[in-house]
Structure formats: structure tokens, C-alpha cells
């Protein structure tokens, strides 16, 4: 299931109800945009609505991991023959039961480890009570967080960024 923002709601409303187009209510007489969909028919959705006709990733067949990256993944990296299904720990398990040291920590960004319950319980209660608001607003867990990055090293102030290339 899906929850719709009030913007892409109402793009979604200026689909026209006889094709798959779009328009810009300030350019509503210009050239259309063709829209890509999952659907024969775009969807009619009113604002707070549930979209439940469209298909979750889990549903799709990953029999084949490798062919779906072949098919539907930029090729930017020069990928090892390797599918890992499961991490526990510093242990990562294949596709097929073969278990493996994880000497490259996710890049540096698993040193916790796979599957860290305290981890798993920390991002859980944080996912139900609030996900991510922008640095255009205050949080309390971020000004905590930033209390304690300056008490527990020699800097006075943090930054808070992401790498822009998300």
C-alpha cells in the first residue's frame, strides 16, 4: 500500500481520464507529458486515499538477482558474482547457504554489524514516531545528536548534510 502526498495527488488528478497525460495547470494548453503506469487506466485518487492496485517490488520475481541489475540497474559498479540474502554480525550468507566474512562493513557504514538488535530496535521506535523532516525544521534527536557529537569529540558545532548525490 501506498499513501499518496497532497502533490503527487494532484498530479495525479491532472491525468486525463481518456490517456495516460498530464498537464500543468499554468501551461494546460502547451504540449502534454506522457506519463509511464503500472495501470491501463490512470487511477481516480482523492486526497488521503490508499492506492492499493499498484505492485510491491516484493512481488516481482528475483529468481534472478543478477538479471533483474541487468535489466533494470544502471551499471556504475563492477559488481562481484556474489547475492547475499542474510547478515548477522560481521557473517554475511549467499544465495546459496556460503558464508562470508564482511571485512568491508556495507563500505564502512555497517560497523555495528548486520541484524544489530539494538540498532534494530533504536531505528524501529525512531520509524514509529517520526521518519525524516528536512534541516528546515528543529527535531529533538537531532539537537540531541549534535549535543552529543561535541561533548564526546573536539568539535564545538556539527554539521548536519548528506552527500548531495542521493
Not at 6 to 31: D, G, H, Q
Not at 59 to 86: C, E, H, M, W
Not at 147 to 153: G, I, P, T, V, Y
Request: hydrophobic share 35%; charged share 15%; net charge negative.
Amino acid at each position: 500500500m501506498m499513501i499518496l502526498q497532497k502533490s503527487a495527488i494532484l498530479s495525479l488528478l491532472a491525468l486525463s481520464n481518456s490517456s495516460s497525460e498530464a498537464f500543468s495547470p499554468s501551461r494546460s494548453n502547451r504540449a502534454v507529458t506522457r506519463l509511464h503506469s503500472t495501470t491501463e487506466e490512470p487511477p481516480t485518487i482523492t486526497p488521503g486515499q490508499v492506492v492499493t492496485n499498484l505492485i510491491p517490488p516484493s512481488a516481482i520475481d528475483s529468481s534472478s538477482t543478477a538479471n533483474l541489475f541487468d535489466t533494470r540497474v544502471q551499471k556504475t559498479y563492477g559488481r562481484y558474482p556474489i547475492t547475499f540474502v542474510k547478515g548477522e554480525g560481521c557473517v554475511l550468507t549467499d544465495e546459496d547457504g556460503k558464508v562470508y566474512l564482511d571485512f568491508v562493513s556495507g563500505i564502512a557504514t555497517c560497523a555495528l554489524g548486520h541484524s544489530n538488535p539494538a540498532l534494530t530496535k533504536a531505528v524501529s521506535d525512531q520509524m514509529a514516531s517520526l521518519h525524516h523532516v528536512s534541516n528546515l525544521y528543529y527535531t529533538p534527536q537531532q539537537g540531541q545528536l549534535a549535543a552529543w557529537l561535541c561533548e564526546n569529540s573536539c568539535a564545538d558545532k556539527v554539521f548536519f548534510c548528506n552527500s548531495g548525490a542521493e
